[in-house]
């Protein structure tokens, strides 16, 4: 919050020392406007102290106080002009303090019941700072009454941080608090100081206050979005990309009107949530494959759903002993990936690099992927002459992208920018497609973060985009508790895939104050199935009564099989999907039932690739919780998972 005016030399010094103060302790208003009787008042500072309660200073540069002083008025020398008669600012702050109080007593989440009354939950106290007063005569004017004692500070309190924190602690507070101010109190206090940090619902309601987290990282989207170098935005899981994002497409549309615009993500979800929270109509919202099919539709390709693949696959696994030893979802991720890098010669199939396979693809191995890829495509060839639906979603993209690569396309060279939102899981031909609907002279805006790549795992060097230079790192984790953030990196912090890709990780710093603290994370060992599915529903029950609403509760499950034991849960509005459908989402808790099948089946031996895929799922699923989290499982966790045991809570 700045200034109205200019700031005095005495403002300006006070106020930068204000500023200096811990700001996990401290919170500074700089001449906050005061509603009172008859317009409102502009005190010169108000601090917040968790510690000690609200603070208002008024600051007067006075070069003396000369006699004929008394407690209405000061006669006092100034700078700029001379000696002047003026009222007392002792009178000045104490009304100014009143006003806040009064403001302060609207608001119920500041009040508690105190010998039968109701009273503000902290105390208040008003200060006179007179920087250039020394304090020998701040001392004399005590003494003759002229200033009430202790509460006016000289210029020795502002000879450093600490003596100015000293000069706090001795103010003579009407009480000191039994604890510190809770966040409740203190979000509620800021956003009495400051309208902006209100948050209002759609008919512009006031229904709470930005936390110092949140304003912070809204602060820092907005200084990511509008600078004109970033390309890349890449951060730890929580530090606010999706926002950076949001506020870049908001910038675009108030001071680029005439740009075409596209923000593109990976699921419907997550475009969901975009097209709500970017409200310029200028913008268009898609999720990739959504823009696949325009492309197509705009062709006059007629559209039906995509096949699946797996419908094909199960059968043809369950006549083929050979395909039964890779399995349905095996053969599926193969044919899927090879569509995606564009290898369709099975010759080349079986000399090409290949990782993150969780069985060995040994010679024998591919010769079996090679028959099963061309038993599929006959498959789809038949359907197609027969003029039924054959295409796959790896399909329609490898269409999309052949159909813009005629330079008649009328998507061709479309958009000014696109904005891509969990760019971390866009394969290469993903990101061709999108340079071709992309003007030459325009401009890709990308949100990523490798260790949250629960799909594909490609640098952005093999996706054909230089981005050196061009990088915003945003390294504190808002969103989750420090507790959390410690146990999901506790997960990937040795994993070897991850660590060749050092130059695209980035560290959360846990050292900021603004990252939050909270409940040690939950490890609930069960005897069985049943055990494991009824602690489950026990914690979502444990947290509705703690206050947690049923819509912000999420149950994240490690497969397909595993969601229909939670069905009745969905019924009561929690959030209940496979680790595949979580991407961008966060809730206040989650749990993450059958922990034990995280890392796949016991008996399957994995590569040390898709050991990290495994490891990047379950450290997305234990971002999604800002607040509360816990894991639940029977029989014995996998020892990839020995690193987390130091940050659970093992509720037996």
Known sequence: ??????????????????????????????????????????????????????????????????????????????????????????????????????????????????????????????????PNIPKSEVSYLEKQGI???????????????????AAIEALPWRFKPTHLLDDTVLHTLRGVLDPQLVVRDQNKRPIGFLSISQELLTKEAVEAAESSTVRLVRGVAGSGKSLVLI????????????????????????????????????????????????????????????????????????????????????????????????????VAYLTAERKGRGKGLNREGRMVVNATWDAYRDYQNKLAFRRQPWRDWEDVVN??????????????????????????????????????????????????????????QYSWEEKGISVRGRTKLLTVPYRCTRQITELAYSLIQHDSVLKQLADEIVSPNMDSPFVLSGDVPHLAPCYNEAETITRTHDYVEEWVGRGIDYSQIAVLCPNR??????????????????????????????????????????????????LSHKRRRLFTAMTRARLLLAMTYHGTLPPALDDIMPHVFVNV
Not at 59 to 69: C, H, P
Request: with cysteine; aromatic share 10%; charged share 25%.
């Open 399 to 456: 269409e999309a992208l052949h159909l813009l690569e005629k330079t008649d396309h009328m998507f061709k060279h479309h958009y000014d920018v696109v904005l891509i939102d969990e760019a971390q899981d866009f394969a290469p031909v993903w990101i061709q497609t999108i340079k071709h609907v992309l003007k030459p002279n325009g401009t890709l805006f990308i949100c990523d973060d490798p260790t949250q790549s629960i799909f594909r």
């Open 247 to 346: 506020h870049r497409a908001h910038y675009l549309a108030e001071f680029y009107p005439e740009l075409r615009v596209l923000a593109i993500t990976f699921n419907k979800h997550l475009a969901e949530r975009l097209r709500a929270r970017i409200e310029p109509q200028e913008v268009e919202v898609s999720t990739f494959h959504q823009l696949c099919v325009q492309v197509l539709k705009a062709s006059g390709i007629a559209w039906h759903s995509p096949i699946r693949r797996d419908t094909f696959l199960q059968e043809y696994v369950r006549k083929n002993s050979a395909a039964q030893a890779l399995g349905v979802d095996f053969l599926d991720e193969e044919i899927g990936w090879r569509k995606d890098v564009g290898l369709s010669d099975n």
């Open 147 to 165: 200033f009430s004692q202790g509460i006016v500070w000289s210029r020795q309190t502002f000879s450093s941080v600490e003596t100015l924190k």
């Open 1 to 130: 919050m700045g200034m109205s005016r200019k700031p005095t030399p005495g403002e300006k010094m006070i106020g930068d020392l204000l500023r200096k103060l811990p700001k996990n302790e401290y919170f500074v208003a700089t001449e906050p406007r005061v509603p009172a009787p008859g317009g409102s008042l502009r005190p010169d500072f108000v601090v917040i102290s968790r510690r000690y309660g609200v603070l208002v200073i008024e600051v007067k540069d006075y070069l003396e106080i000369l006699e004929g002083s008394n407690q209405k008025t000061l006669r006092v020398r100034t700078a700029s002009k001379g000696v002047l008669t003026l009222e007392n600012p002792e009178e000045t702050s104490l009304n100014y303090a009143h006003a806040l109080a009064n403001k302060f007593q609207e608001f119920e989440e500041l009040m508690h019941l105190w010998e039968g009354k109701k009273r503000l939950v902290f105390p208040y106290q008003n200060v006179v700072a007179l």
């Open 561 to 610: 099989n595993v969601v229909k034991h939670f069905a009745g849960l969905r019924q009561k509005g929690v959030y209940v999907e496979n680790f595949e459908k979580m991407k961008g989402l966060e809730f206040q808790a989650v749990v993450i039932p059958f922990l034990c099948r995280s890392m796949g089946n016991p008996d399957e031996t994995l590569d040390d690739e898709a």
